[in-house]
């Protein structure tokens, strides 16, 4: 299997009223996050790799008129877990994070990928950044508000 790239997206679902989607890992249950994912190539635009993602993860696709991600035009970089730097290729310690949101209707269908999530939960956005076990991910739903609604909406 090839190695990872070090360069990923964030996605923050939430509603209109700012309540946030957790989503718990199935590879470490207790672990909430939002959507994640690395580039499958050097050259696919992390746009496109957040869209392939959302939906990959939960089902909900970007359609452009009443879903569609906003850039939030943020990186973080990060040093990797430890317990995932294999997937890396040697050597490998930090990674690069592009940070999107969407906003989705409350009721919007959900449907895992079953062998990357358990479950998910609509969580109130301080609840949310606390349950999440990633600093950069907490630090973006906190953010969430300055994000929503984007500009020129």
Not at 22 to 37: C, H, K, M, N, Y
Not at 137 to 147: G, K
Request: charged share 20%; proline share 9%.
């Amino acid at each position: 299997m090839p190695h990872k790239i070090p360069e990923s997206v964030l996605v923050v679902i939430h509603s209109a009223d700012l309540e946030v989607l957790l989503i718990e890992r199935a590879d470490r249950p207790g672990f909430w996050q939002s959507v994640t994912g690395s580039l499958d190539a050097l050259d696919e635009p992390p746009l496109q790799t957040a869209a392939r993602e959302l939906f990959e993860e939960t089902g909900i696709a970007v359609d452009g008129a009443h879903i569609s991600l906003h850039d939030w035009h943020l990186s973080n970089v990060y040093e990797i877990y430890p317990t995932w730097r294999h997937r890396y290729a040697p050597g490998v310690t930090r990674n690069t994070e592009h940070v999107f949101s969407v906003c989705v209707p409350r009721d919007i269908p959900v449907v895992l990928a079953p062998r990357e999530h358990l479950r998910y939960a609509w969580l109130p956005l301080l609840e949310a950044a606390d349950r999440c076990f990633s600093s950069s991910n907490a630090e973006a739903i906190l953010h969430l508000p300055r994000h929503y609604p984007p500009r020129g909406a």
